[in-house]
């Protein structure tokens, strides 16, 4: 099957005719199709797949690149994660152009394309990715295949950031660490690192002191003396 279908693709003929006979009108009438062109053959299926054959063209959409994705379904069985393939070869092709375009600052249009031709019949059709998620379908239609939750450390208050002991003393490192004078902030920073101190958490408050020295604007002489006279006085030493 594989030979069959990847020898056949790589004339040019009938890759125009496939083409043509399948993708919707919209796509077509933007496609110039002597820009075309096969850009690679088999590629490893990162779900493990051997029954799946990917055949990338690309070809402009007006003067917008664009990549056609193929994947053959040989198998007799139609496969129901087939839909999570696509995907993942989808945002596969799109990684790899960022990585040989690191300054690019658009991405092309992939689209993927499953061809079947198995025995039975493939009754998938109308299932998407949500379908496969297993939780509360009220969290699934919120969150499933949405956008990143987006933590902006930089705004959010100190008072919310400090509401936990373990966490707090990162989020405070973490949002200050590019502060152009860090010993400023050091006051909050220290204010967590005492209550750690006081539950002997010598691990934590050694890895930030590590962290902010290797990546803070602050001298270690000066962090050093600023802790001990601190940590001090917080401890009523």
């Known amino acids: 099957h594989d030979k069959f279908f990847k020898d056949l ?20 009438a933007v496609i110039q199709w002597e820009s075309l062109t096969l850009v690679s053959n088999d590629q490893i299926n990162p779900l493990g797949s051997e029954f799946v054959t990917d055949v990338v063209f690309s070809v402009l959409l007006g003067d917008a690149l664009a990549y056609l994705l193929l994947m053959v379904d040989h198998q007799s069985t139609p496969q129901r994660l087939m839909l999570f393939r696509s995907e993942n070869y989808r945002y596969g092709a799109i990684a790899n152009y960022i990585k040989e375009h690191p ?15 198995g025995r039975r019949p493939w009754n ?22 949405k956008p990143f939750i987006f933590i902006n450390l930089r705004k959010e208050e100190d008072k919310k950031l400090t509401q936990y002991l373990y966490a707090g003393i990162m ?38 002191i590590k962290y902010l ?25």
């Open 103 to 117: 300054k690019t600052k658009t991405v092309p249009l992939v689209i993927p394309l499953v061809i079947y031709h």
């Open 124 to 145: 998938y059709e109308k299932e998407d990715l949500k379908s496969f998620v297993s939780a509360p379908k009220e969290l699934v239609e919120k969150y499933a295949f």
């Open 213 to 237: 020295i290797n990546a803070g604007d602050v001298r270690p002489e000066d962090l050093y003396h600023i802790v001990e006279t601190e940590l001090s006085h917080e401890l009523g030493a």
């Open 9 to 28: 693709m790589k004339d040019s003929r009938v890759a125009k005719e496939f083409f043509q006979t399948h993708l919707p009108q919209d796509l077509q």
């Open 171 to 208: 989020h405070l490192a973490l949002k200050r660490i590019f502060a152009k004078n860090l010993a400023i902030y050091l006051r909050d920073i220290l204010v967590q690192m005492s209550a750690l101190d006081q539950k002997r958490d010598d691990e934590i408050i050694e890895s930030v």
